[in-house]
């Protein structure tokens, strides 16, 4: 199956910076998602961007498939971004979802 | 609109039992899938479905078994409990293959 590995794993920022979340996968994919989870647990989408660049709010995302990676961008980060960030992808050849282990990240106020 | 739902949110097993993880989603989906979430990890996918009556593997389908006779239901069956499947298990559903929405998730303990 395809591997896929986020970095950094942590990531500890101060109320009002900018960061970067990256996710590298091994084969060409039809299926990548950006997934936020929340610290009680829940698992919001924030992207489906298998190709190109897409923009809500203060979060961005932008794919470029042919190089095999996906980048999260979060501006003026808020305590209420805090939690873990996943990505997910999809091969082309099964509906077979794998997930990243996910980058940790924490807002401090 | 509920979205996915799954029951129950909390469950402790004695190994060897067998038990049924309920999910259930209202948004007319054609994808639903199960994942387990350990300590520290990503989630992996057990079982799919692509429609009623499909389902497929996923990454660990061992010890699982899942149906789908309804669009609106997918329920995650453990056979014998094991140790080992302790863990929290999602259920998600899309338009596939857009976005996923995820459920609450079910909190198993096998002791």
């Known amino acids: 199956g395809i591997q896929v590995e986020q970095s950094p794993p942590d990531l500890i920022l101060q109320e009002g910076a900018n960061s970067t979340l990256r996710c590298n996968f091994s084969?060409?994919?039809?299926?990548l998602q950006w997934f936020h989870q929340n610290p009680w647990g829940q698992l919001i989408n924030l992207f489906y961007?298998?190709?190109g660049t897409k923009q809500n709010g203060r979060l961005s995302a932008t794919t470029v498939a042919t190089e095999r990676y996906s980048l999260l961008y979060i501006s003026s980060s808020q305590t209420t971004d805090s939690g873990v960030y996943f990505c997910?992808?999809?091969?082309?050849?099964?509906?077979?979802?794998?997930f990243g282990a996910g980058t940790r990240l924490t807002v401090k106020p | 609109n509920a979205g996915v739902t799954q029951t129950p949110k909390f469950q402790v097993l004695k190994t060897g039992q067998s038990m049924t993880l309920q999910c259930a989603q209202d948004?007319?989906?054609?994808?639903m899938s199960w994942y387990r979430q350990d300590p520290g990890m990503g989630l992996r996918l057990i079982h799919y479905?692509?429609?009623?009556?499909?389902?497929d593997q996923g990454e660990v389908p061992n010890g699982y078994n899942v149906s789908r006779s309804t669009t609106e239901d997918f329920p995650l069956r453990l056979l014998s409990a094991a140790p080992s499947q302790t863990s929290v298990y999602f259920c998600?559903?899309?338009?596939?293959?857009?976005?996923?929405?995820f459920g609450p998730g079910t909190r198993l303990t096998v002791t």
């Open positions: 479905s692509v429609g009623a009556g499909i389902t």
């Open positions: 998600a559903s899309s338009a596939f293959p857009y976005e996923q929405y």
């Open positions: 997910a992808v999809e091969g082309w050849d099964n509906n077979d979802m794998r």
């Open positions: 948004m007319n989906h054609e994808y």
């Open positions: 084969d060409s994919v039809n299926n």
């Open positions: 961007i298998p190709s």
